[in-house]
């Protein structure tokens, strides 16, 4: 079924955890070209080595890379040799679980330049190269939390409301063009997301799942690799996946 991405070459940003690192194994098993990008090289570096000791004939790039830094967004997709067929728009983060009125800028700042910038400095450069090679599949890591807002998730919340705002003016402005764009909005997904979003407090972000069983990052990997291998004529445009008992 996922033959198609055979010697398909994939950009995945934020790959060395969770949902990022699920899709590079995934994809590598479709027998695609994987780029590995994140800030963390020694983790990319061991999903580099699982990749080569499970599927050899696989080709591995890894790239040190934070998405706020515009210029290295340019310089890292420049480094990409070939086509790059498939984009998994995935870096991202929730830090701050205040309410309005306790907001930290530092935590602003780092949920929006990662979450929305970051994504725009990606897009910008990856749709520049997917228009000069005539295709591309574009695919979007947004959360149903861009679909509704909850207490303490204003930031979170508006940073994932414009990834569904960015995908879609980007489907429009390709309307014509020979490229996908496919957003894919998980609900709880058990990944280092929450110990990143309590500092690194293990206990609170378990609790995060307490009363019900939450999505893996396989899970979500399969639905990606599934909407990146879709015919060309067939469009996945937006995926909601919950973890069942999920309101
Ligand atoms: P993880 O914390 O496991 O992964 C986040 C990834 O993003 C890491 O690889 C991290 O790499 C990377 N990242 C963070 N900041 C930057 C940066 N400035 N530059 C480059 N890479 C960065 O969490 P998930 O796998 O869960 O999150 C992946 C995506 O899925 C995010 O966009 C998140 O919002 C979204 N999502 C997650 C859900 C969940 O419940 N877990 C639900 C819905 C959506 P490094 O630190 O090495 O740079």
Excluded at 54 to 62: A, G, L, W
Excluded at 90 to 105: I, P, R, S
Excluded at 216 to 232: C, G, L, N, Q, Y
Aim: aromatic share 6%.
């Amino acid at each position: 079924m996922f033959s198609r991405l055979q010697g398909k070459n994939v950009f995945i940003t934020g790959a060395s955890s969770g949902i990022g690192e699920a899709c590079a194994y995934h994809f590598a098993a479709a027998g695609a070209n994987v780029i590995l990008s994140a800030r963390r090289v020694e983790k990319l570096g061991k999903v580099e080595a699982a990749i080569h000791e499970k599927y050899p004939t696989v080709s591995v790039q890894t790239i040190e890379l934070d998405v706020r830094d515009s210029a290295a967004v340019t310089r890292a997709v420049e480094s990409i040799s070939g086509a790059i067929d498939v984009l998994v728009n995935n870096a991202g983060l929730a830090l701050g679980t205040e309410n309005v009125d306790w907001l930290v800028d530092s935590n602003i700042d780092a949920v929006i330049d990662t979450n929305v910038k970051g994504l725009l400095f990606v897009s910008r450069a990856v749709v520049r190269r997917m228009k000069e090679q005539g295709m591309g599949h574009i695919v979007m890591m947004g959360s149903i939390a861009g679909l509704v807002g909850y207490a303490s998730g204003s930031v979170y919340c508006a940073s994932k409301g414009a990834v569904k705002a960015i995908t879609e003016s980007l489907r429009a402005e390709t309307i014509g063009v020979p490229i996908h764009v496919t957003e894919i909005k998980p609900g709880m997904v058990e990944t280092e997301f929450s110990v990143v979003r309590y500092g690194g407090d293990k206990a609170k972000a378990d609790a995060v799942y307490r009363g019900l069983e939450p999505m893996t990052a396989d899970d979500v990997a399969e639905t990606v690799v599934f909407a990146a291998s879709r015919h060309p004529r067939c469009v996945l445009a937006d995926v909601v996946m919950l973890a069942s008992g999920q309101a």
